[in-house]
């Protein structure tokens, strides 16, 4: 395989194992950068859901890398064969860094389908089985910067046998082996860069094999998968990463899988992962709700004893929801179906900068909700996906200023504020 052009240039690690850096040298060209911890671009078959190419470029500070699976695409492999100039320029997304993974991270995905040779994908017309063959093949007509090697992923039910586990490594790292060797025949796939998925529920030692084994290949990132919310605990999931990292190269970097939601990304941050699929304010619009949380910090002393109060209201009341359940409304967002919003005037954030947030009001959302408006879509996608992305600038801030566990006790504090409409900035 060819040399990799990306190079990861940490400027921060701290003691906990969180890195703050820089990934540079990204697509063909190696043009693109993209900081870290931060977040992909999530979209359906290359678009951001409900939004326009010229509405999503009106947003700031995208990120420079674009997210595509492969259950979605899979289905229109004739058309995307026929056409021979790849994804980008079928669907337009030029000034971008194209990555390729197997299954859409916002969408369940039915369990025992995978063998020994096959896994599969579900597209609107049904389920779809892929050999590495027809795996590779898709990828040589989809022609991405990145693309997720070919794994075995059905290892995070509860009742998941450690035999069972141990077969989806193997079958794995037999992939990956695979996906190899067939890039290194392939003159499409030349420069493109090939990202090890590390599998092993929730069994330490098939976890750790899982990493030293994938990390001996020529690959050019680390997919850490099976730790999607709600398959494994929290403080499990972050002692699993903790101990898979000290297996990787610190060049690098470790993508996780199926993890969006704020206080899970600090945590795993914290442990050491460095990008996060960006899909958790495409399930909060889909529910019909903004998201409102706070990631400002401050050193205002008179902020800092009301935001202490709000955090101990909170945890007295039960008020932060920690479920595990992937598609159920968090305490991080309002739902702005709710008839409580009806009469009430003021930005979905105060002091967003949003277009949305500047142009209207939470009973204008409540009414566009209610009557099943498309502009509803479009409107909560732009303000959930800017409050999101600046979450991230927030931690990166953080990092840089050693402050996460002020961040931490921040971005835990929004539930008191939201029916009074009233925002800690």
């Not at 017309?125 to 992923?153: C, F």
Request: aromatic fraction near 6%; charge should be negative; include cysteine.
């Amino acid at each position: 395989m060819a040399a990799s052009k990306m190079k990861l240039e940490l400027s921060r690690v701290l003691q906990g194992g969180s890195r703050l850096g820089v990934l540079k040298g990204l697509g063909k060209t190696g043009q693109h950068s993209l900081e870290v911890p931060g977040c992909l671009l999530y979209t359906h078959c290359g678009t951001v859901p409900h939004l326009t190419q010229e509405t999503l470029h009106s947003l700031d500070k995208l990120p420079s890398v674009t997210q595509v699976t492969l259950s979605h695409l899979a289905e229109h492999q004739e058309v995307l064969e026929e056409f021979k100039e790849g994804f980008k320029n079928f669907s337009g997304l030029h000034d971008t860094v194209l990555y390729c993974s197997l299954h859409d991270p916002a969408t369940p995905c039915p369990t025992g389908y995978t063998t020994n040779k096959t896994v599969s994908v579900w597209g609107s017309g049904g389920r779809i089985e892929l050999t590495v063959a027809k795996y590779m093949a898709l990828q040589r007509h989809v022609q991405p910067d990145w693309y997720l090697s070919m794994a075995d992923g059905e290892t995070w039910q509860d009742n998941t046998s450690r035999k069972r586990v141990r077969k989806a490594v193997d079958r794995s790292l037999a992939h990956l082996d695979e996906c190899l060797r067939v890039q290194q025949a392939s003159q499409e796939l030349q420069g493109v860069e090939l990202w090890g998925a590390v599998q092993g529920g929730d069994i330490l030692e098939e976890r750790l094999h899982s990493a030293r084994e994938t990390a001996k290949r020529p690959v050019a990132g680390f997919c850490l998968d099976g730790l999607q919310t709600g398959c494994v605990d929290m403080a499990l999931r972050s002692q699993l990463i903790t101990a898979v990292i000290k297996e990787l190269p610190e060049d690098k970097p470790r993508l996780l899988q199926g993890v969006g939601r704020p206080d899970e990304v600090l945590v795993c941050a914290e442990a050491g992962v460095d990008l996060f699929e960006g899909f958790f304010p495409f399930q909060v619009t889909e529910r019909g709700c903004a998201l409102c949380f706070g990631f400002e910090t401050t050193t205002d002393p008179e902020s800092a004893v009301l935001e202490e109060k709000l955090v101990g209201e909170q945890q007295q009341n039960g008020d932060h929801n920690t479920s595990e359940g992937p598609t159920q409304m968090t305490s991080f967002e309002m739902d702005l179906k709710d008839k409580r919003y009806r009469d009430d005037f003021g930005p979905l954030v105060e002091g967003c900068g949003c277009y949305c947030c500047q142009n209207h009001q939470r009973a204008y959302l409540h009414h566009l909700l209610v009557t099943n408006e498309l502009l509803a879509g479009v409107l909560l996608t732009i303000h959930n996906m800017a409050h999101y992305l600046g979450f991230f600038r927030a931690l990166r801030g953080a990092l840089a200023r050693n402050e996460l566990d002020l961040l931490k006790r921040r971005v835990l504090a929004p539930t008191r504020t939201k029916a009074s409409g009233t925002q800690i900035r």
